[in-house]
Structures are given as C-alpha cells and as structure tokens.
C-alpha cells in the first residue's frame, strides 16, 4: 500500500517534471532563445538525486522501475502493433517491383531515396547538408546490365540457377561445350593443361573432402574463387563456369579479364545453347539521404542504415527484405517516433547509398563531406539486417567500444532484457566502419537467427518475422529521446 503510493506520488511528480520540462523548452526554442547547459544540467541532477535516493531507500529502486514501466506504457510511442505495422509498410514498399531492388537499373536506388527523404519531410525533420536531404557521389562499377544463359533450349533463371560474377567482362557466346575439370585441385588443372586451347572449364566449388583437418587451412587459398580464376588464365582458357551449393550476388568496380559464370550445383551441363552478359564499366552516382533532428546540447549522435541493394538481373529482383529493407524500415519508424519529442542529443539520421558496392555512401559521407563536423558526432548507431532475432542481436564493435555498448546493455536490462545481445570486435562490415576510422566510436547491430537468403533472390518480406523489431526499438528510444 505504501509502495503503491509513493510509485503514484512519483509517477505524477515526474509527469508534471516532464510536461513542464518540453514546455519550457518550446518556449525558449519559441523565442529562438539558447537553451543553455544550466537548465539542463538541472533537470539531469533531479535524476540523479533520485538514482542516488535508490542506494539508500531499498524500496525507491523497486519503486523507480515501476514508474519507469508505467511511463513507457504512457508514453507518446506507438505501441507493438503500430511498430511492426509501420515496419512491414516500410519494408513492403522498398521491396516492391517498383524500386528494382534499389540498385542502378531503372534507377531504382535514385526511386527508394526519394521515398526516405519524404518520409523523413514527413516527419518534421530538416536538411543539414548545403545540397538539402540529399548528397550526390559517384564510383567506379561493373554493372552487369542483362545476362541470360540458354541450356537445352530452357532459359535459365539468374540467382536460382546461375549468376555472371560480379566482375566479368561482357559475353556473347553461343553453341559451346564446356570442359568440365572436376575439383580445382593442382593435379586436375594439370591434366587438362594441354588440351584447353582457348575453351570454356566447369570445376565444382570447394576442396576434397578427404584432406586431413589438419591441412584445410592451408589449402583454403588455392581452392579459394581468386586462385581458381588465376589457374583458369594461366592455362589459358576462355571462361570459368564455378558449380556452387549457394549462389550469392555481389558487386566489383571493376572488370577482370576473363569472363566467370556461377551455377547451380545441381545443374546438368553439358552443351550451353546461348551465354550473353551485358555490362557498363565506369562511374556510377548515388545519394545518401541526410536528415537532422536538433537536439538540447549541441552533440549529435548519428544513426544509419543502407538502403540499396543488388538491383536486378533479367527479370531476378533481388528485393533484400532482411538486406537492408528491414534497416531502413527501423530507422524510419524511430525517426517518426523521435522527432515528435525534444531529444537530449541532436540526431543525425542518414540512409546510405551504395553500401553493397564497398560502403561508397559512408566511405564518401566521412572522408569527403561530412554535413556537420566530425568532432560534433559523439556516437553512432548502425542498423543492417534487422528481420529476425530469434537467436538475438549481434552487436559489431561492442568489444571495441565497451562504454558505448554499456549505454545499451544497461538499457536493454532496465527493459526486462528483451534482448540476448553478442559481442564482436569493430570489423568493415557496413556503414559504421568509416566513422571509425576517424576515432568515432560507433556499433553496427544485425539480427541473428532465421532463414540465410544473404544476398540471393530469396531475401523477401514474407520471409521475415521481425523477432527483435519491437524490443530494438524501444531499446533506441529510449536511449536516444
Ligand atoms: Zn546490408
């Protein structure tokens, strides 16, 4: 009974606080006055007074989270349902036959910018940058425009049955028996040394299965794709068909010389009928969309996602639901969220451009034009691959970044600990990479667990359950508000 009361008395005590603190900071951004640090540092003692009550009052810590719970239930957030709503809306519409699997075909990258930088206008953010939401770049790429490859008089489809390799030159080849080698083991490639003269080669994916445990690692390198097409041009043959369980798209900027071909282990080659690949070689544009959210203290905490992926071969989207739809979708449902409250921190939310192509969008947001000085961003939050979670979220850089990744531990376990969160070193997996580079602190979260469809034509939206997609976003913003 007492409990219940004192829990009432705070709970009102610190809803009126809060009311009168957003009131007050219209106010003064009314008057186009500083909210200076004395106001805040005030407000944030208050909190600590409370926190420091907690050590000697045993029932005020138990008190303090039930208020905690009562405000978040609230809250002016959008609830479970809206959340997951809003998300698949989000993630559907990126992945519609519209946006091309937002790649450089039909401009369908330039089509899924647009839609986030309407979204964010929507939501009442405002540009930072000199050139508005959206910043411009170029790279180096081999596009691969159209392939098509014709067996027993069946056109074969791209990503199920075959796949160009991301860095082949054009081809048009009809009529032609390839030679098949087996494994691209030493003693194999010798055999058929002499007798190649200029012709096409199948060898099947992988090594031996009876090299000792032992040996595996050293031979890693000669069995690897690269060592393969080394040993394809050294004995001179004209292509390089590669059998392979898992056909998985990428992106090269450039062109190598000799033209190589994935297919699908199971298919049976004998004669191929027709083999054409279309490509264009040079620079390519994209656009980061750069949205800003301005904040009590003038720090800035950036959070960002990719929106691109693989575009699309013939008639194969590649519509990356998990890979990076499901990202976007959770930036966008924070920003909506957030930017109706007046943050502590200034946010910067960007959605890169060509991460798939080797982090362009990020690599030229932080060596080349970063809207708002780099000394200003304090932290950054990266999201790729937020559709699933039923074995938990991985956390990139957590290892390396221990102070940053106890900001969100902490707050995952105030929640309840809705979230089983691992840890791993910083690596140059995705967009956060670069700000590191530059002594930011900063960790890339992917969720774990489901289906594996990384870079295939099977990455859809049915196939996510969004198992992390709520607690995550509760996680954020309460950090970030
Ligand atoms: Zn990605």
Redesign the pocket.
């Known amino acids: 009974m007492i409990i219940g009361l004192i829990n009432f008395f705070i709970v009102l005590l610190g809803r009126a606080l809060r009311f009168a603190h957003n009131e007050l900071l219209r106010v003064l951004l009314c008057f186009n006055l500083s909210v200076n640090s004395i106001y805040h540092n005030a407000f944030s003692a208050f909190f600590k007074i409370i926190k420091f009550s907690c050590h000697i009052v045993p029932f005020a810590s138990f008190t303090l989270i039930l208020s905690l719970a009562f405000f978040s239930l609230h809250s002016q957030y959008l609830d479970s349902l809206d959340i997951i709503k809003k998300a698949r809306f989000h993630i559907d519409t990126l992945c519609s036959n519209t946006f091309k699997g937002r790649g450089y075909i039909n401009n369908g990258h330039v089509l899924a910018a647009e839609y986030i930088k309407n979204q964010f206008t929507s939501y009442g953010l405002n540009p930072i940058c000199s050139t508005g939401m959206t910043q411009n770049f170029e790279f180096p790429l081999n596009l691969i425009q159209d392939a098509e490859l014709i067996i027993n008089q069946q056109k074969l489809i791209p990503s199920k049955d075959f796949l160009p390799a991301p860095h082949t030159p054009p081809v048009e080849m009809k009529n032609f028996t390839p030679k098949y080698i087996g494994l691209g083991s030493p003693e194999n490639w010798k055999k058929v040394s002499k007798g190649l003269h200029k012709q096409w080669v199948i060898i099947e994916d992988g090594m031996p299965n009876d090299i000792p445990e032992n040996l595996k690692d050293s031979l890693k390198k000669w069995y690897s794709t690269e060592n393969q097409i080394k040993q394809a041009k050294m004995y001179d043959a004209s292509g390089l068909i590669i059998k392979q369980k898992k056909l998985t798209h990428s992106f090269s900027a450039e062109p190598i010389g000799l033209p190589v071909l994935f297919i699908q282990e199971n298919l049976k080659i004998k004669k191929i009928d027709s083999y054409k690949v279309k490509t264009r070689t040079g620079n390519q544009f994209s656009q980061n969309i750069i949205a800003f959210q301005r904040g009590i203290v003038d720090s800035t905490i950036v959070v960002c ?2 929106y691109d ?1 693989l575009g699309s071969i013939a008639e194969t989207v590649f519509k ?1 639901a ?3 739809a499901s ?1 976007i979708a959770f930036l966008l449902v924070l920003a909506e969220q957030l930017a109706k409250i007046q943050t502590k921190y200034n946010i910067l939310w960007i959605a890169f451009g060509a ?2 192509t080797g982090l362009n969008g990020s690599l030229h947001y932080v060596m080349k034009n970063p809207c708002i000085p780099l000394e200003k961003v304090k932290f950054v939050f990266n999201f ?2 937020l559709g699933h979670g039923q074995d938990g979220v991985m956390a990139v850089g957590s290892k390396t970044y221990p102070d940053l990744f106890q900001i969100v531990t902490f707050t995952n376990e105030a929640l309840g600990k809705p979230i089983a969160f691992s840890e791993r070193p910083n690596a140059p997996n ?1 967009d956060h990479y670069p700000f590191t580079l530059k002594n930011i602190p900063a960790l890339f979260f ?1 969720t774990m667990g489901g289906p594996k469809h990384y870079h295939d034509y099977l990455d859809l939206p049915e196939g996510l359950e969004l198992t992390a997609f709520v607690s995550m976003q509760k996680i954020f913003l309460k950090i970030l508000e």
């Open positions: 996602g990719h992926h990356g998990n890979d990076n990202g991460e798939e790729d691959l995705s992917y």
